[in-house]
């Protein structure tokens, strides 16, 4: 089981970044994934969740409205796009599969395995 | 849902590590713990408190009870110096939740 995610970026600020996070290894359209960043230095901060089943999708209250995640099961790869970004959305953004089979929604679980995650760096 | 752990933990090699990790009525929950090396992805040593994903040695082992969550390291190494977090599911806002993280120095 694998999860790889598209390279780094660099946006100015109120710009948006969209990350793709490609999975092997297992049925895709069987599982969730989830979104977590870590700024520079910080720790681990969840951002939400989303089905690769059904596409349904959980944002942490912090990131609703501009927050968006999706999938592609034609090319088993999820999406999380963050919009209006400032320099506090500087961090690694990492994509993490749920251990559930076919969830509803995002519940008590761990996150294994990640991906080597993606360095989004917001600076005018 | 606060979980609490301290920024440092230091250990002679050889010796057992304890990182704890409080948060309220943590006993009741599934806690996780992750390893994270400098510039890495984190990966996961412990599930549901105390379960060891397949290639994580038997030295990694965790408890929880009442308002506290451990994870113990015996026979601590030098590649066991790496950032730990514990993790959990919070019911009432519906979130995941990560402690801050402990830095563990072998000495």
């Known amino acids: 089981v694998q999860l790889k995610q598209s390279g780094g970026e660099v946006k100015k600020p109120g710009a948006s970044v969209k990350v793709s996070c490609t999975s092997s290894?297992?049925?895709?359209?069987?599982?969730?994934i989830n979104w977590v960043r870590q700024a520079p230095g910080q720790g681990l901060e969840w951002m939400g969740w989303?089905?690769?089943?059904?596409?349904?999708?959980r944002y942490g209250q912090k990131f609703q409205g501009r927050l968006t995640m999706s999938r592609d099961t034609s090319s088993n790869t999820v999406y999380m796009e963050l919009r209006e970004l400032t320099s506090d959305d500087t961090a690694t953004y990492f994509c993490?599969?749920?251990?559930?089979?076919?969830?509803?929604?995002?519940?008590?679980?761990?996150?294994?395995?990640w991906g080597q995650g993606t360095l989004v760096t917001v600076s005018s | 849902y606060v979980l609490t752990q301290p920024p440092s933990v230091s250990v002679d090699p050889g010796k057992t590590a304890r990182i704890p990790c409080g948060g309220n009525?943590?006993?009741?929950?599934?806690v996780h713990w992750y390893q994270q090396r400098p510039g890495q992805a984190p990966i996961l040593v412990l599930y549901?408190?105390?379960d060891r994903p397949s290639g994580i040695p038997d030295r990694f082992s965790g408890s929880s009870s009442g308002n506290r969550a451990t994870l113990t390291i015996s026979r601590v190494e030098a590649g066991d110096e790496a950032d730990y977090y514990c993790?959990?599911?919070?019911?009432?806002?519906?979130?995941?939740?990560f402690g801050g993280g402990t830095k563990l120095t072998v000495l």
């Open positions: 993490a599969k749920d251990p559930f089979d076919y969830p509803s929604q995002p519940r008590e679980g761990w996150f294994d395995p």
């Open positions: 290894g297992f049925l895709f359209t069987s599982s969730a």
């Open positions: 989303i089905s690769t089943y059904n596409g349904d999708t």
């Open positions: 009525k943590i006993g009741s929950k599934s």
């Open positions: 549901d408190g105390a």
């Open positions: 993790h959990v599911w919070d019911s009432s806002s519906e979130e995941q939740v």
